[in-house]
């Protein structure tokens, strides 16, 4: 068998000694040896100077995605090792109860996403190279954490680009459909087989925290609860009043249901389209002290940015001029193509608009259990802005 080898145009190799671990199929110049999908190959930079070694997909515009800029034999113990490491981080950082133990890229293994919730793990494969490995993988997990069961939540369109099928099922033990997981200091239930990404919202735990100094005593509005993160949060940290606006019955549903678990009497839950309730409550002249806008992704490719930007600066805007004076809104967006630099533009240009002054008190991101990598700047995309709002003067 002739190894297969992939040679670089000129210059394409600095981005992914920077840091950047994919390499697409027009950044090629020459292909030798055996081309066999989810193969482990080398890549070398037009000098023929190594660059590294990754997941080879013929069918993918990502062409390798990069394992190691070593030139080593790749063994089932380079896998075992970045699981464990990953693991040891998020122990040593005090995650215990329910965090991403395993982060695709950011951790070393493009494609792999691994959360646990208590006693129980949830794997996502997003590349061929893990799913051709998926038995490998689940053993792997298995020695790691020895869970009771693992969930496999690989029904996402993304695997289309991969040529994947999408899958969900339990691949290990047993898996309840719900499980009571404890986050901060409250209690809520996860929808493994259905619930958003992995089945909730890991990324947003530290920043369901961090609210605490801003909602004691106040009035909270939360739009796009989901199943009730900040609301429920800010219910517990002692809020006058939060109510929960989500437009799915579901979600109405649970953010009820978490309510009642945790003994929170001062929520109230409200099924309405978070755009028009906004403009509803401003005729309305409907006043709060604090406003969390968290809301889904408004794009997921760049040729919607424009419109996603439009959408992302009308619920801001709207938003502002419902907050009493010195009130605050905490305002996220999970769009990777929403940049940093780009989400504070439109809430400068939403602040000017509302005719009200904006404070920026933090500036926040996902969790330190989704390790951002420099060098992959997709690998932010939680942005998280918490501002004090004020009236001119």
């Not at 993988?137 to 996402?156: H, K, T, W």
Request: charged share 25%.
């Amino acid at each position: 068998m002739n190894p297969c080898r992939v040679k670089l145009k000129p210059t394409e190799e600095i981005r992914i000694r920077q840091g950047h671990p994919w390499v697409y199929s027009n950044e090629i110049a020459s292909i030798e040896g055996e081309i066999v999908s989810g193969d482990i190959i080398s890549v070398f930079a037009s000098d023929h100077s190594f660059v590294g070694k990754g997941f080879l997909n013929t069918a993918s515009k990502i062409f390798v995605r990069i394992l190691t800029r070593k030139d080593i034999d790749i063994q089932d113990d380079f896998f075992r090792d970045l699981i464990h490491q990953a693991h040891q981080m998020r122990i040593n950082l005090g995650y215990n109860h329910a965090y991403r133990a395993f982060f695709s890229d950011a951790d070393g293994i493009p494609g792999l996403i691994v959360d646990k919730y208590e006693d129980y793990l949830v794997m996502q494969i997003l590349s061929l190279g893990v799913a051709i490995r998926k038995q490998l993988f689940i053993d792997l997990l298995q020695a790691e954490f020895l869970p009771v069961g693992i969930y496999e939540r690989s029904d996402v369109p993304i695997r289309k680009k991969e040529g994947l099928p999408e899958y969900k099922g339990i691949v290990y033990g047993t898996v309840p459909n719900s499980i009571i997981i404890h986050e901060n200091e409250i209690l809520m239930s996860v929808d493994i087989p259905n619930g958003q990404k992995t089945g909730t919202f890991l990324d947003q735990q530290a920043n369901h925290s961090a609210i605490r100094p801003y909602v004691t005593g106040k009035t909270v509005l939360d739009c796009f609860s989901h199943t009730g993160g900040f609301g429920l949060h800010a219910a517990k940290y002692g809020a006058k009043t939060v109510e929960c606006v989500d437009i799915s019955t579901l979600a109405i549903s649970e953010i009820e249901a978490n309510a009642r678990q945790n003994d929170l009497h001062n929520v109230t839950a409200l099924k309405a389209d978070v755009f028009a309730l906004l403009r509803d409550y401003q005729t309305a002249n409907r006043l709060f002290d604090v406003i969390i806008l968290d809301p889904p992704a408004f794009t997921k490719n760049l040729d919607k940015l424009d419109k996603a930007y439009a959408g992302y600066k009308e619920i801001n805007l709207q938003a502002m001029k419902l907050i009493t004076s010195s009130g605050y809104l905490v305002t996220c967006s999970c769009s990777h193509y929403m940049t940093p630099e780009l989400f504070l533009e439109m809430l400068q240009e939403a602040a000017v608009d509302a005719n009200r002054i904006a404070q920026m008190i933090e500036f926040r991101t996902q969790g330190k259990d989704h390790p951002m990598l420099l060098g992959i700047e997709e690998s932010l995309y939680l942005k998280c802005v918490i501002l004090r709002i004020n009236d001119k003067h």
